[in-house]
């Protein structure tokens, strides 16, 4: 079940090897983005486009402000 | 749009998935760094004295002239042991205060503040609107990020258009 994380626990997943992932439209990570997240739109995301992510390791998403 | 994108991640097989449900907007507030192109556009928070003048609650009076010294700052921030803004005291009412009297009984308690992701430009926009020579600029949380001087932030923005965006 995906866990709820708060901006502490989200520096601390990256810290010890997190994928970061911004799940919004690909013209706004072009815009502005956090260091390191790999884009990969909502309406995107499939099996094929997930494959581009490490499954051993912890995935962090993120949108604007969850909406 | 993240929880959605979470539950999907999960369907498809991952099993530690992390939905940072604040996102975007949060991690700026926070006045933490960012990419992209809207990374070169100044944000408040790359402007700012991040070491303005500060005290304790409990700091006297006395203490607090000492710090404010001569200098040219018009107020000192009081802090707790977080560096949560709890008020701000000003030149004139440390003048007129009791010596002994506590930082915490002359400051002008929840002064007003921007968050650090706010564009400069349009920040002194706001402050030369308003008559006001600088803001105090925190986390969503009440954290100081630094104190955001007008007349600093315009000639550093007019530096910024001569020779390119600043380095963070």
Not at chain 2, 10 to 30: I, Q
Not at chain 2, 116 to 121: G, H, I, K, L, Y
Request: proline share 8%; glycine share 10%.
């Amino acid at each position: 079940m995906p866990r709820s994380v708060d901006l502490a626990q989200v520096r601390r997943l990256l810290a010890e090897g997190a994928q970061l992932v911004e799940v919004l439209p690909a013209a706004e990570f072009a815009e502005e983005h956090l260091p390191g997240a790999m884009s990969l739109p909502l309406k995107d995301l499939d099996a094929r486009t997930a494959a581009r992510l490490d499954r051993r390791r912890p995935v962090v998403v993120y949108c604007y402000d969850g909406l | 749009m993240s929880p959605r994108a979470a539950w999907r991640l999960e369907a498809l097989g991952f099993e530690d998935v992390n939905d940072y449900v604040a996102g975007k907007a949060d991690w700026l507030a926070n006045g933490l760094p960012r990419e992209g192109r809207a990374a070169t556009v100044p944000y408040a928070g790359d402007l700012v004295d991040a070491d303005p003048p500060t005290c304790r609650p409990g700091d006297t009076v006395a203490r607090l002239r000492e710090r404010l010294g001569g200098g040219g700052d018009a107020f000192l921030l009081v802090l707790n042991e977080r560096r949560i803004v709890l008020g701000r005291v000003r030149r004139g009412a440390l003048l007129r205060a009791e010596p002994s009297a506590g930082a915490v009984d002359v400051m002008e308690p929840g002064p007003s503040t921007v968050r650090p992701n706010v564009p400069a430009r349009d920040l002194v926009r706001r402050l030369t609107d308003r008559g006001l020579g600088s803001a105090i600029v925190t986390t969503p949380a009440g954290r100081l990020v630094g104190v955001f001087r007008r007349r600093d932030a315009e000639e550093r923005l007019g530096g910024i258009e001569r020779s390119g965006p600043p380095h963070r």
